[in-house]
C-alpha cells in the first residue's frame, strides 16, 4: 500500500477555543492542521507552508477573512486552492458575496462536524 501524504488545513479562526477545538478533530481525522488567529500571521505562515485548503472565519482582528481570501487569491500559487468559510455570519449577502469570490463552501456556526469534515474531504482528497 503507497503511503499518502497528510494534507495541511490551514485553519484561520480568532476564537482559541474553536481553533483548537475543530484543530483537534481535524488531526484526529489525520490532517495536519496549522493555526492561526490572524490573518496578518496567516499571511506569513503560507509563505512557508502550502496547505491542501483553507479553513477561515469571516470576522477576525485587523484583515477580515473577505479581504484575507481576496489578498491570497491574488498570487498565482494559491488559485487552485478550496477556501472554506466557516463562520458565525448566518447572512443570505455574505454567503452570496463569498460564492461570488469564489468560495468553494460557507458554513455556519454551529455546524456539524460530520459535515465539516465530508465537505473537506471532497475538497481536499488525498493524492
Known amino acids: 500500500m503507497s503511503q499518502q501524504k497528510q494534507r495541511t488545513i490551514l485553519f484561520l479562526e480568532d476564537e482559541q477555543e474553536l481553533l483548537m477545538t475543530v484543530s483537534n ?72 458575496y463569498a460564492q461570488k469570490l469564489g468560495a468553494a463552501e460557507y458554513i455556519t456556526k454551529p455546524f456539524d462536524f460530520e459535515y465539516l469534515v465530508t465537505r473537506i474531504k471532497e475538497l481536499s482528497p488525498p493524492r
Open 25 to 96: 478533530l481535524l488531526q484526529d481525522q489525520g490532517y495536519r492542521v496549522v493555526c492561526v488567529r490572524q490573518a496578518e500571521d496567516a499571511l506569513e505562515e503560507i509563505k512557508h507552508t502550502l496547505p491542501d485548503l483553507f479553513l477561515i472565519d469571516i470576522k477576525l482582528p485587523g484583515l477580515d477573512g473577505f479581504d484575507f481570501f481576496k489578498e491570497v487569491r491574488n498570487k498565482k500559487e494559491y488559485q487552485k486552492i478550496p477556501f472554506v468559510f466557516l463562520t458565525a455570519f448566518n447572512d443570505l449577502r455574505a454567503k452570496q
